[in-house]
């Protein structure tokens, strides 16, 4: 009978992870998306504390996976409601299937790259968003030249 019982127990499980996946299987590149970032984060968090070893605790891996837990929850949670009830209404603003879901995972995925980009200033001091702006500036500075000189270059061609 115990046998019985947990073969019975085990198919269910086995069902139910299978309903599972399939549920979520137009979302499996987002939720592997945000988890994938959460995990590069925590990584470098992680290296970052390898010159001061106590602070790495159980809780910290806890805390890693208490947090995509969260964040996986939420959007499948959100996939949920998008899918079933306001997808139509999406419809009226932008063609892009599950819109709100996408958008919900842009922000998930832009709070940790913000997350990992202050990590990267406290361990380095090298500030990558204030470089990116600096390149930005000296590449507009460029085309400005480049501009210039062929509009120089247009007006001294003889005819």
């Known amino acids: 009978m115990l046998k019985e019982t947990s073969i019975l127990i085990k198919g269910m499980t086995a069902g139910v992870f299978t309903a599972f996946f399939a549920l979520v ?74 819109f709100f879901t996408k958008i919900l995972d842009a922000i998930l995925c832009g709070i940790e790259f913000f997350m990992f980009l202050d990590n990267v200033k406290k361990y380095f001091g090298y500030d990558l968003i204030a470089e990116g702006k600096k390149a930005l500036v000296r590449s507009k500075n460029i085309k400005d030249t480049v501009v210039d000189f062929n509009k120089n270059d247009d007006n001294e061609t003889p005819n």
Request: net charge positive.
């Open 25 to 98: 299987a137009p979302i499996k590149p987002m939720m592997f998306l945000v988890g994938a970032f959460i995990i590069v984060n925590a990584l470098f968090s992680l290296c970052k504390n390898k010159k001061n070893p106590s602070k790495v605790k159980a809780k910290a891996f806890l805390k890693i996976m208490f947090k995509i837990f969260v964040y996986e929850f939420a959007l499948v949670s959100f996939f949920l409601i998008d899918f079933y009830m306001l997808n139509d209404l999406s419809k009226i603003f932008s063609p892009v299937d599950l």
